[in-house]
């Protein structure tokens, strides 16, 4: 299992445009892998790199949250793009979304899995884990649940955060040097039918860098 890998510093990330994600969410979800989640600390970010995502396409999805139309708990898909989606499941987990579309039209993006980069120590205390057992290290940010445990993502705290500005406490960027959709291309990216769902399971959906070993859940 090899280490985290050394992180880009903040300073060096630019945040994602809002356009970025004013777009369909197929096209979002596989242009952020290789992407950079970042929740501001002062000095001591945390920050780990985007591996798996899934789309969801709004109220013609049947999976998606916003197939009954537009409800106070999902209005945030609604709005602006480029706004953090959370929702509590199963009563014991936050999930980490990313509103896609124009405003008005609903659309997201379901983060899966992270690279952790920096604030590994932080992220295991959040966890629980022990970094040292490679075991752990790779249970820390692969899974929905389990990297929302690790940046201390709630609803509370960061529901309709705006993730294109890096004054927010959580924000989503690229290394500077890099045109957007580049690192993209230079990634090999699977794509799979989404999981942990019952309706409309066999949309190719789900993106992920393939051979990572932080991905999350079975391939099929």
Same mark, same amino acid.
């Given at each position: ?12 990330? #630019? ?14 979800? +596989? ?7 970042? +929740?501001? +600390?002062? #000095? ?13 396409? !709004?109220?013609?999805?049947p ?14 898909? /609604?709005?602006?793009?480029?706004r953090?989606?959370?929702? /509590? ?38 966890? !629980? ?13 692969s ?16 529901? =309709? ?19 957007? !959709? =580049? ?14 769902i ?11 860098? =393939?051979?990572?070993? /932080? ?6």
């Amino acid at each position: 299992m090899p280490a985290p890998q050394a992180s880009p510093k903040t300073a060096y990330i #630019r945040p994602l445009p809002r356009a970025f994600y004013n777009r369909d969410p197929r096209r979002v979800a +596989r242009e952020l892998l290789g992407k950079i989640l970042v +929740r501001n +600390r002062g #000095r001591n970010p945390l920050t780990a790199r985007i591996v798996e995502v899934e789309a969801y396409l !709004g109220e013609k999805d049947p999976a998606a949250h916003s197939a009954a139309g537009r409800t106070a708990r999902n209005a945030v898909l /609604f709005g602006p793009p480029g706004r953090a989606y959370i929702y /509590f499941i199963y009563g014991n987990h936050y999930c980490l979304n990313v509103s896609c579309e124009p405003e008005g039209q609903a659309g997201g993006v379901l983060f899966r899995a992270l690279e952790p980069l920096s604030g590994v120590e932080e992220m295991a205390r959040a966890r !629980g884990l022990n970094i040292e057992n490679p075991k752990d290290l790779i249970k820390l940010t692969s899974g929905p649940g389990r990297l929302c445990e690790a940046f201390s993502i709630t609803r509370a705290r960061d529901n =309709d955060c705006d993730l294109t500005s890096a004054a927010s406490t959580l924000w989503i960027g690229e290394e500077v040097g890099k045109k957007i !959709g =580049d690192s993209t291309r230079s990634l090999r990216i699977r794509t799979t039918p989404r999981i942990g769902i019952s309706k409309a399971a066999d949309k190719p959906w789900r993106y992920l860098l =393939d051979g990572n070993p /932080f991905v999350s859940g079975r391939i099929r």
